[in-house]
């Protein structure tokens, strides 16, 4: 089965620097990428998600980039902010697993004021 | 802006007994789905649900659970006989035919 990856596991960045996070997956029939931000005592909430047939997706501040053929994909945040600060999480979902989402093991990101 | 809804937001029960969780998943969604986490660990899929049948479970979905939607708006969790090991965020989550998961606030499920 697909295999997710992540790193960092905890990540600070001074206010209005960059944050990247990088995950790997496995399993080459990945074909969807999400990424969901979590705070504390709230479910996960998608931020940005990208699919197979694109190289690199931005929604103002925040980008995703993927390499099917390296089998990474990266989670860019700009200008970070303090609200930016969550466990953020990414996952893979593979076409051959049904809808079933393969999750990474998360990154603590702090933004320091 | 619709979301999943999920009722209790803590759960608490003793070892053995059983227990459910209920999710209402976003209205016109036709894919739900069950997930685990574990404090301070990484999300875990448990169940997906589609046409009124399971169409895939993890290892960790055993004779101990049990999905159902009962009616039309309703999708429940329900773990037989609890253990010790059950303590978790249970997050229910929906989605539609574009494959995009949207997750429930979750709920605390502790058994003591």
Not at chain 1, 11 to 33: H, M
Not at chain 2, 30 to 48: A, D, P, T
Not at chain 2, 69 to 82: A, E, M, Q, Y
Request: with cysteine; charged share 20%; hydrophobic share 30%.
């Amino acid at each position: 089965g697909e295999n997710v990856e992540q790193h960092p596991s905890t990540l600070s960045v001074q206010e209005g620097d960059s944050a990247v996070i990088k995950c790997t997956y496995s399993d080459s029939a990945s074909n969807y990428f999400p990424w969901y931000k979590q705070e504390l005592g709230k479910g996960p909430q998608l931020i940005i998600d990208i699919r197979s047939n694109v190289g690199e997706k931005k929604d103002q501040r925040i980008a995703v980039t993927l390499n099917k053929t390296a089998k990474h994909f990266s989670l860019h945040i700009t200008e970070t902010q303090p609200e930016d600060s969550a466990v953020y999480f990414c996952a893979a979902l593979s076409a051959g697993a049904g809808n079933q989402f393969y999750f990474g093991t998360g990154t603590s990101l702090t933004v320091i004021p | 802006e619709p979301e999943v809804t999920q009722t209790p937001s803590h759960q608490v029960t003793q070892m053995g007994q059983e227990v459910i969780l209920r999710c209402v998943p976003i209205s016109n969604h036709l894919y739900f789905y069950w997930y685990r986490q574990i404090l301070g660990q990484k999300v875990e899929f448990l169940v997906s649900f589609y046409n009124n049948e399971i169409s895939e479970k993890s290892e960790i979905f055993d004779d101990q659970f049990s999905v159902e939607r009962p009616d039309g708006s309703n999708f429940t969790l329900k773990i037989r006989s609890t253990k010790l090991e059950d303590s978790a965020m249970y997050f229910c989550a929906s989605s539609g035919s574009g494959g995009t998961q949207f997750f429930g606030p979750g709920t605390r499920l502790t058994v003591l």
